[in-house]
C-alpha cells in the first residue's frame, strides 16, 4: 500500500513539474513573440508614417463598441477585448489607426483567442450612414432567396453585388455613398470586412494577424478607401441630420396624437 501511495506521489510530481515546464516554455514563447511583434509594429510605423502608441492608453475598445467586431465589448459578462500594437497619424487630415484587437470565445468547456488586425479612420469632417460590408457567402444567398434578410444591391454592378453583402437602414444615402467609382474599387481589389458609422471607418480580416509586409498593403488600400468614402461627406451629413429631426417629429406628433386620445 506504501508502495503504491509513493508511486502516485511520484507521478503527480512528475506531471506538475512537466506542466509547470510547459507554462514556462509558453510563457517565454509568448514574450518573445510580443516583444518581436513590437518591434515589427515600430519599423512598420516608421515606414508608413505613423507613431506607436502605449496600449490601452486610448480606450479603442470602448470608443468602437458601436461595431459588430467590438459588440461583445457592451456586454458586462463578455468584455475581455485587448488592443494591442496600435500605431497613429494623419493621412489627408484623416486620423488613421492600425492595431491588433483580440478577444476570448468560450464555449463552457474550452475557450481560445480569436485575434485580428483592424484599420480604423476617424474623421470629423465626413460621415458615413451605419453600414456593414462583407463577402456574401451561399448562405447569405439563401436567407436572401427565402426572403428572410436581403442585402442592397445594384442593377448596374451585379458583379459587385454577387460579391459583397451590403447592409444598412439608410439605403437612399448608401445608394449615394457607394458611386460606381467606389463599387469598381472594391471590386478590383476586394477588401475584408468594412464598417462604417458617422466619423468612424473600420476594417480587418476576421481571425487574422497581417504580416507587416501585407499590414503596409491593407493600410495603404483602406486609405485609398477612405479617400473615395469622404466625397461629399458634409452634404450626406446634414441630409441624415435632417432625417434624424424629421423622424423625431413624427414621433412626437405621434405620442401628442396617441395622449390626447
Known amino acids: 500500500m ?11 510530481l512528475a506531471t506538475s513539474v512537466v506542466a509547470s515546464s510547459v507554462f514556462v516554455t509558453l510563457r517565454a ?20 508614417g505613423l507613431s506607436a502608441v502605449p496600449d490601452h ?3 479603442l475598445t470602448r470608443q468602437l463598441q458601436a461595431f459588430d467586431l467590438f459588440a461583445r ?11 494591442t500594437n496600435i500605431l497613429r497619424g494623419q493621412v489627408n487630415g484623416t486620423d488613421m489607426y492600425l492595431f491588433d484587437y483580440t478577444y476570448v470565445v468560450s464555449t463552457g468547456k474550452s475557450s481560445h483567442r480569436v485575434t485580428q488586425t ?20 451561399w448562405w447569405h444567398k439563401i ?23 451590403l447592409t444598412s437602414e439608410f439605403e437612399e444615402l448608401i445608394r ?3 458611386t460606381p467609382d467606389l463599387q469598381a474599387f472594391l471590386t478590383e481589389r476586394p477588401p475584408t470586412h468594412i464598417e462604417g458609422s458617422n466619423y468612424y471607418l473600420i476594417a480587418y480580416k ?42 423625431k417629429s413624427e414621433v412626437g406628433s405621434s405620442k401628442v396624437l396617441q395622449h390626447r386620445k
Open 2 to 12: 506504501i508502495l503504491l501511495v509513493s508511486d502516485a506521489l511520484i507521478a503527480l
Open 118 to 137: 483592424v484599420f480604423f479612420a476617424n474623421d470629423k469632417d465626413w460621415y458615413l450612414p451605419d453600414f456593414r460590408l462583407k463577402p456574401e457567402t
Open 143 to 165: 436567407l436572401a432567396a427565402i426572403g428572410w434578410e436581403s442585402d442592397i444591391n445594384f442593377s448596374e454592378s451585379p458583379e459587385f453585388s454577387e460579391k459583397f453583402r
Open 57 to 59: 492608453s486610448l480606450g
Open 73 to 83: 465589448e457592451r456586454s458586462s459578462w463578455f468584455r475581455n477585448g485587448r488592443v
Open 176 to 178: 449615394k455613398q457607394f
Open 206 to 247: 476576421p481571425n487574422k494577424v497581417l504580416s507587416p509586409e501585407d499590414a503596409r498593403g491593407f493600410f495603404k488600400h483602406c486609405c485609398d478607401l477612405v479617400v473615395m468614402l469622404k466625397k461629399d461627406g458634409k452634404t450626406e451629413l446634414l441630409d441624415l441630420a435632417e432625417m434624424k429631426n424629421s423622424a
Open 29 to 48: 514563447w509568448k514574450g518573445r513573440w510580443e516583444k518581436r511583434k513590437q518591434i515589427e509594429t515600430g519599423l512598420l510605423g516608421r515606414e508608413l
